[in-house]
């Protein structure tokens, strides 16, 4: 089975451009997860949704970041305006009923 | 602020030895998993404990929930340089599906 896909891989921007991450979840999975993880910070979680509806965004870091579940194989996490701080590995997980999480291999973002 | 701590941060070990690592909080959880992560990786799930005082054995891994589920280990016996890698720790809080993640801790097994 395919696991939980990310892309792209890797991103590299310049401040102020619009970044779009994307995020297919493992099929049957109920619950996605955003992670962001820099070395200072470790692995944050950012957001998450249950049957596409969003539970929690405390961890969404301001409102130039925004994230949505339009159905339940697709998420996307979109930063506007993108910023140097910004730079991380941003991680999507899939799980059923929240428990076991399924990582993705990771967007890796660099804004210069 | 919810805090998971793990210790230690790193740990290099000779193949063979034994090791512990611990993951800490002031938290309760309502479960606990231990991830590996390897450079250029996502984090992969290696267990979840859900009951106070619970202890699951994966081969030569065992991890136990401490009773107040606020804490928990990690042993690992007779360490392989395959055991290498980043170990995580991440709890769900009460109530919720909101994941706080230890902060880490770097495994180096020499052969």
């Known amino acids: 089975d395919a696991g939980v896909i990310q892309s792209p891989r890797h991103e590299v921007t310049e401040m102020g451009q619009e970044v779009t991450l994307r995020c297919k979840p493992i099929?049957?999975?109920?619950?996605l997860f955003w992670y962001r993880q820099t070395m200072m910070r470790g692995l944050e979680l950012l957001i998450y949704?249950?049957?596409?509806?969003?539970?929690?965004d405390s961890g969404m870091p301001e409102d130039r970041f925004s994230a949505k579940m339009p159905n339940a194989s697709f998420s996307t996490l979109k930063i506007q305006p993108s910023e140097p701080r910004d730079s991380a590995v941003y991680f999507c997980a899939s799980s059923i009923q929240g428990y076991e999480q399924y990582f993705g291999p990771g967007t890796r973002l660099t804004v210069t | 602020t919810q805090l998971l701590e793990q210790s230690p941060q790193f740990l290099s070990i000779q193949e063979g030895e034994n090791l512990t690592v611990y993951c800490n909080s002031s938290?309760?959880?309502?479960?606990l998993q231990w991830y590996r992560q390897e450079p250029g990786e996502g984090p992969v799930l290696l267990v979840t404990v859900v009951t106070g005082g619970e202890v699951k054995k994966l081969k030569r891994l065992t991890f136990q929930f401490g009773d107040a589920r606020k804490d928990s280990s990690l042993h690992i016996t007779a360490a392989q340089p395959g055991d290498t890698g980043l170990y995580l720790c991440a709890g769900a809080l009460r109530g919720t599906y909101k994941y706080i993640f230890g902060t880490g801790t770097r495994l180096k097994v020499l052969a």
């Open positions: 099929s049957g999975h109920d619950y």
């Open positions: 949704f249950n049957n596409n509806v969003p539970i929690d």
């Open positions: 938290s309760v959880f309502s479960s």
